[in-house]
Structure formats: C-alpha cells, structure tokens
C-alpha cells in the first residue's frame, strides 16, 4: 500500500467537502484510477471526470501515470470565472 496526500478544487472541493486528504491505495494505482475511484464514489462528479487535468508533485501528468508512496497528488477541473 502506498500513502498519498490529495487536494482538491473547485467542485472536488465542493463534493467531498474538504480542501486536501489522506489516501491509503494499492500500489501500482494510476492517478486516473484515483480520479475513477473518486467519481465512482461520488457519481455527482461523473461530468468532470474526463474533463479533469492531474498533477503530481506540482508536475502535470496524463492519467496512465503510477502514483508513489508520498506522493502530492491534485485533480483540476475546469474552472472559470475572472
């Protein structure tokens, strides 16, 4: 098992109703598989799914990408507004 720390914006934020958590996955978890995860936990978030950008350690990444022990992990919705 690996431990990741995720934060979360705009309507992840809104959903899960807190800014960043603690995740306990199994190792070999994609951050898309997290992004699946999540959605499927919480089937409100389902239209953002494919619209969402992922980062790892303030690098952006595509959503094949392995998650490691420690990692700080984000998913960026689309947002809008000035």
Not at 23 to 42: K, V
Not at 45 to 68: A, D, S, Y
């Amino acid at each position: 098992m690996i431990v990741i720390t995720l934060k979360l914006f705009a309507v992840y934020q809104d959903v899960l109703g807190c800014p960043e958590m603690t995740m306990e996955l199994p190792e070999g978890t994609t951050i898309g598989g997290l992004c699946d995860r999540i959605c499927n936990q919480h089937p409100e978030l389902k239209k953002w799914q494919n619209l969402t950008r992922f980062g790892i350690n303030l690098q952006f990444v595509e959503p094949n990408t392995t998650l490691n022990n420690g990692d700080e992990v984000v998913l960026i919705p689309p947002v809008s507004g000035g």
